[in-house]
């Protein structure tokens, strides 16, 4: 049985990682100013920032279902069998189009469409997994399985430095986001499940870096406590724009999840669908299970 893995590029994955990881990755669409880009195709990110400063107007689309088909349909010349992981369906509605398609007469019992509840460096980890999975011989709908049990073993905690796009996205009103940014307040974000959800608020980075750190190990010896002593749980860390702080907050978490003997291998940019509504200088620390 040969299972070919398919991801959105909400995962993080770049096109040249994809090629190195024999997977494939389905480019999200943005509209800038009325005109369409596609992620690491058309849009990489030092051009989506130079819009961003520029206060384009910036939108995240779905990938187009005929062009889902057409991945599928040339897989499965070379494949038995699909294992498409989208970004999660609270998120998008791409994941309930592509499972939608993937009940039609051509792709029924060949492709499985996964709701991962994950996003951005999570919905990487549950990418890697499943390509371990398909190279151990697990069929389509092993890997399904597996992966919707382990769905909910992540954790995702950012800061972000403004709550203009936040606002701008309609995650607040136009009253507390004029409040916040009087008072100097940074949000932090969870995204536990399928949705984006405020956990905090602070009054500086230095305190809101404290709470996420703090956090995380509160996950770890709860929720991840099973994955730490087995050794299937991994920590990341994701910023946007500026890799240099998220290098800094590394360090710092790094020293304080020194007694679990766990360290931050991943430093990765947050995917353009998710830097869309939080903007540049956000940092992130997250875990999850690991196959």
């Given at each position: ?141 092993e890997i399904k399985d597996f992966l919707l049990e382990t769905s909910m073993k992540a954790s995702i905690y950012i ?76 920590v990341f860390m994701a910023y946007t724009y500026d890799k240099q702080k998220c290098l800094e907050f590394k360090a ?40």
């Open positions: 049985m040969k299972v070919a893995i398919v991801t959105d590029s909400n995962s993080g994955i770049t096109q040249e990682e994809a090629k190195q990881l024999g997977i494939t990755v389905i480019p999200m669409p943005f509209l800038i100013n009325g005109e369409e880009y596609f992620e690491d195709i058309s849009l990489n990110q030092e051009d989506f920032y130079k819009k961003l400063f520029e206060d384009a107007d910036v939108s995240t689309s779905q990938p187009s279902i005929y062009n889902i088909n057409k991945v599928w349909t040339d897989l499965l010349k070379s494949y038995d069998q699909i294992v498409h992981i989208p970004m999660s369906s609270g998120l998008s509605a791409s994941c309930a189009t592509a499972t939608a398609s993937s009940e039609s007469d051509e792709f029924k019992g060949r492709v499985f469409v996964i709701d991962n509840k994950r996003i951005s460096i999570t919905q990487k980890q549950s990418v890697l997994d499943a390509i371990k999975l398909a190279k151990e011989g697990k069929t389509g709908s800061m972000v430095s403004t709550l203009k796009y936040l606002k701008k996205g309609g995650r607040l009103t136009p009253a507390v986001a004029a409040i916040g940014s009087l008072l100097k307040i940074k949000p932090v974000l969870q995204i536990q499940g399928d949705k984006l959800d405020k956990f905090s608020q602070v009054m500086n980075v230095s305190v809101g870096k404290k709470r996420m750190i703090e956090q995380i190990i509160k996950d770890i010896e709860t929720r991840f406590q099973d994955e730490l002593n087995s050794k299937h749980l991994t710092e978490a790094e020293k304080a999840l020194e007694k679990y003997n766990i360290k931050i291998e991943v430093v990765d940019p947050l995917s353009l669908s998710v830097s869309c509504h939080i903007g540049e200088n956000a940092i992130a620390i997250a875990c999850s299970y690991a196959y």
